[in-house]
């Protein structure tokens, strides 16, 4: 399993986003790289990759508040 973690440098600015979408369903199958989160920071969207192939487990929800650094999600390996 692999975490889907906030880079520390994904962003200037705030700390803190908003989880706006998840891409993909939990449980849906994903490939590295493919955009599987949105969140928005300011004014800015962020968009997130997977980092590895597999099972997408959300680990937070759509408008939820989010940190640089957070865990928001896995992948299980295939």
Do not use: C, F
Not at 8 to 35: F, H, K, M, P, R
Not at 39 to 62: C, D, F, N, Y
Not at 65 to 75: H, Q, T
């Amino acid at each position: 399993m692999t975490d889907i973690r906030i880079a520390d440098d994904q962003w200037d600015g705030d700390n803190e986003g908003n989880l706006l979408t998840w891409i993909y369903d939990d449980g849906a199958e994903v490939s590295a790289g493919d955009i599987v989160v949105e969140i928005m920071v300011e004014k800015l969207q962020v968009e997130i990759e997977a980092p590895v192939s597999g099972t997408l487990r959300h680990a937070r929800a759509e408008g939820d508040l989010v940190n640089r650094g957070d865990v928001i999600g896995k992948v299980d390996l295939a």
